[in-house]
């Protein structure tokens, strides 16, 4: 084996998190450092597909939280870029809710079942605060299902106040734009990363590098990839989802400790799919107050949550269906001819038999992506704090980042992005403290072997349990 070539840093993952640490890092003057990515582009779960004639975005779709006294970063980055956005109002899904039969609920009995389902939720959150084991009715009917299913799986999958629309307002806005949402990321690399012909040409950036292994001593780190390759470097980013991390893709050695890996195995993966499909002509009300709408069917998520893209894309033709955790599983494993099939039978139930069959459909993975395994975090509704400080804080030289350390925004974009800047932080003050005491010793780095001596058996060192303090952005602070 070649003596691998060190460097300062390696960051492992080029989403958002991976590469706003990389730019906070150079932007720090710490700019040899490598950035290894799994997949063959930059992005992670923002990705863009052309389907249909137009470009759809097959993971994060919206700018969420805007319209506030604060401004949310990734709007502020997404005005700098004039990316072409809409404004989207779920709200009033609640009106279009169909039954099996075509028939639109008149608008009271959603009103009334929706409320019910509010005053159930926060009943069974305050029951749960309180300890009190009380169950609250379940759902039955096909309507309160289908409520149900909007409340958890969008609207309330978190606890309520939600800090991205008490920070930063509540609008949401749909990324429309033939660039894609990844046109952010690239602009991003652009200010630290050599391009060419608008594409990356830096060697720091390696693409298609599949971290496999992780060896990490209070000297150094090394990384080997799926291809042999090897790299050392002082530290390491790693951005992998959580769901990555759970998988196991990548072994320590030594291994995590207990702590670390309880509170990766401790918090829950989101599986959230978005199908395309695209029809020969509309058939479905196109007004941009009908933009969403809801099927309720007996069993719960079944192909619940509709939106037309007719306000994203005029003349686009396209629909979009929600499916979320089991069902994107199931549907995940069959093939898209019978996931085809099925949501032809939903739209038949809603709109006729007439309508025209659909001549595309777009099904995607996250799942099954192995770089991913699932599509964002989603913490305990009763969120120990604990466990996130858990999730966010280094092991040794290994730093953590990537939106499932935000303790305020994950599962978000701007999760991602505020992550990132905050390791990156973290780490620029660590490798100056570590400078620093370096002189005051009158040491050279790398005295010792690089692997002489590991942090095996010593869970929550000082300098680890320093981390756990968090700043107010819920990353972690700076070690002095
Ligand atoms: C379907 C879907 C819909 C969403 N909708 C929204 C939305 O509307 N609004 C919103 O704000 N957010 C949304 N999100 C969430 C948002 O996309 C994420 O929170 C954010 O993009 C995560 O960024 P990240 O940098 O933390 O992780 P990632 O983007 O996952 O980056 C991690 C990178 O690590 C790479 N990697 C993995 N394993 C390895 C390995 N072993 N070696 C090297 N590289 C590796 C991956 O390929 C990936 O590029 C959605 C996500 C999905 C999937």
């Not at 404004?87 to 959603?110: E, L, M, Q, T």
């Not at 929706?114 to 009380?134: D, F, G, M, P, W």
């Not at 739209?347 to 996250?366: C, E, H, K, Q, S």
Request: charged residues 25%; proline residues 4%; aromatic residues 10%.
């Amino acid at each position: 084996m070649d003596n691998p070539t060190r460097c300062s840093v390696i960051v492992i993952g080029a989403g958002i998190s991976g590469i706003t640490a990389a730019k906070v890092l150079a932007e720090n003057g710490v700019d040899d450092v490598l950035i290894l990515e799994a997949s063959d582009r930059i992005g992670g779960r923002i990705r863009k597909e052309q389907f249909g004639g137009v470009t759809v975005e097959l993971g994060a779709g919206w700018i969420a939280g805007v319209g506030g006294k604060q401004s949310n970063p990734v709007w502020e980055l997404a005005r700098q870029s004039n990316l072409r956005t809409c404004f989207s109002d779920y709200s009033n899904a609640r009106f279009n809710i169909y039954d099996h039969s075509g028939k639109i609920f008149p608008s009271g009995v959603a009103a009334d079942s929706y409320q019910k389902a509010v005053e159930s939720a926060i009943q069974k959150l305050r029951n749960q605060e309180s300890n009190i084991t009380e169950t609250t009715s379940a759902p039955e009917s096909p309507i309160e299902l289908a409520i149900d299913f909007i409340l958890h799986d969008f609207e309330m999958a978190e606890v309520e106040p939600i800090s991205t629309y008490v920070d930063f307002g509540e609008r949401e806005y749909l990324v429309a734009d033939e660039r894609g949402f990844e046109h952010l990321l690239h602009q991003m690399a652009d200010t630290f990363l050599d391009t060419s012909d608008g594409e990356i040409s830096d060697t720091r950036l390696k693409l298609n590098k599949v971290v496999r292994e992780m060896k990490h001593s209070r000297n150094g780190v090394l990384v080997k990839t799926e291809d042999g390759s090897v790299y050392e470097a002082n530290y390491v980013v790693l951005s992998v989802s959580i769901g990555v991390l759970q998988s196991r893709l990548i072994s320590f050695s030594p291994p995590l400790p207990k702590w670390k890996t309880e509170a990766i195995s401790n918090c829950e993966i989101m599986v959230y799919t978005k199908v395309f499909l695209k029809f020969p002509s509309k058939f479905w009300p196109c007004a941009p107050e009908k933009e969403f709408f809801i099927y309720a069917h007996k069993q719960r998520g079944y192909y619940t949550f509709w939106q037309h893209m007719e306000n994203a894309y005029p003349g686009s033709n396209i629909l979009v269906v929600t499916l979320t955790n089991g069902e994107s599983k199931r549907i995940e494993a069959q093939s898209d001819r019978e996931t085809m099939k099925e949501a032809m039978e939903v739209l038949r139930n809603m709109f006729g038999d007439d309508i025209p069959n659909a001549t595309d459909i777009l099904v995607p993975r996250w799942w099954n992506n192995r770089f991913q395994r699932g599509s964002y975090s989603n913490f305990p509704i009763l969120v120990n704090h604990q466990l996130i400080d858990h999730i966010k804080a280094p092991v040794g030289r290994v730093f953590f980042t990537g939106e499932h350390t935000s303790e305020k925004f994950n599962a978000y974009v701007h999760g991602g992005y505020l992550s990132g800047i905050d390791t990156g932080k973290a780490l620029v003050e660590e490798m100056r403290s570590e400078k620093e005491k370096r002189i005051e010793n009158n040491q050279s780095f790398l005295i010792e072997p690089l692997f002489g001596l590991t942090l095996a058996g010593q869970p929550d060192t000082p300098r680890q349990q320093h981390f756990l303090h968090t700043n107010n952005l819920g990353a972690p602070k700076a070690i002095s």
